[in-house]
């Protein structure tokens, strides 16, 4: 007070938003003062006839009288509540009185842990023998299961980590699958597909009474015939245990006998089909049904998934990096 009194005339010729700074500033440089009491010195603190008689549990196992003032008989409002709801027992007992060892002085519920209860059962808990040099089992290597060496100096982790050579007809795989690379860059994404209507096919009248009674008609034998011819000719080209076969004039045909793409010096360079998922243009193999997706700054071709049931299934990292597509495209537009 004394030092508005003094300063009350300049403070007076202040502004208003000066002033109130002023003010501000002056309550954060006040050092702050905890009102807390410290558990020791609550704990240290004698009876106090306004409060209630509960006694509480601080920090460290420590016994005091609770802060709070009588409202109903000996206890507060908080207390006298659990009081009614075990049979006139509060949890830590009267202040005055004994000292429960066990919450509402029951044996049965928990332990109060004083701390003097605390230090007794630190002096009786067993200590665990530490294991030295000699009682210790050695260290195996994860690697190799030997003894002497770890896992990062295991002799063995080179030869282990050691991939195989390439074939020669992986090798021959990933020259076709560069040269289908190269050519998909001068190709737009989208190819237009053809449609080929069935022309009526008119039949002669031996075919017709044929077809009449359930007999193989002409066609139907110039068919077999073409088939069996074909099938003659064609060669087996499995690869990687998935059955393909192709004909005299390097077409690939799989299981079902459908066209997936061309038999290029001595290796199989499948057909690739456009397809567009979420505005998002990607490339379909035929026979593997590899989902890829062209990077369109480096060309960098990357699988994401497999086409199932007229549909991209994506893997893990395929899912995110479609995700990334797609929002990409959506702030560039």
Known sequence: MAWFATNCDSLKSLDESVFIQAIHDLKSALPKVSKKTPPAERAAAGYKTDFCDARVWLKGGLAAQCSMRKKDGCFCTKHSKEAGEHDGSVRCGIINGPVPTHEYNDESNEICWWA???????????TKAKKTSATAKPRKCSNCGQTGHTKAKCPNAAKADA??????????QLLANAKIAAAAESVPESTAES?????DIVMSPASTAAA?????????????????????????CTLDDVPYTRDTKGVVY????DEVGKWVDEAIVFDEHACTFEEVPYIRISGSNQVILIDEKDGDRDVVGKWVDDAIEFDKLGAKGHK??????????
């Open 195 to 199: 449609v080929v209507l069935e022309e």
């Open 212 to 236: 009449g009674v359930g007999l193989a008609t002409e066609e139907d034998n110039e068919s077999l015939d073409d088939q069996d011819d074909s099938a003659a000719d064609n060669i087996d």
């Open 116 to 126: 003097d209860q605390r230090a007794a059962w630190e002096a009786d808990k067993p």
């Open 254 to 257: 799989d299981d079902d006998f």
């Open 324 to 333: 990334l597509e797609v929002k990409e495209r959506m702030t560039s537009s």
């Open 163 to 172: 991939k195989p050579p390439m074939s020669v007809a992986e090798i021959e």
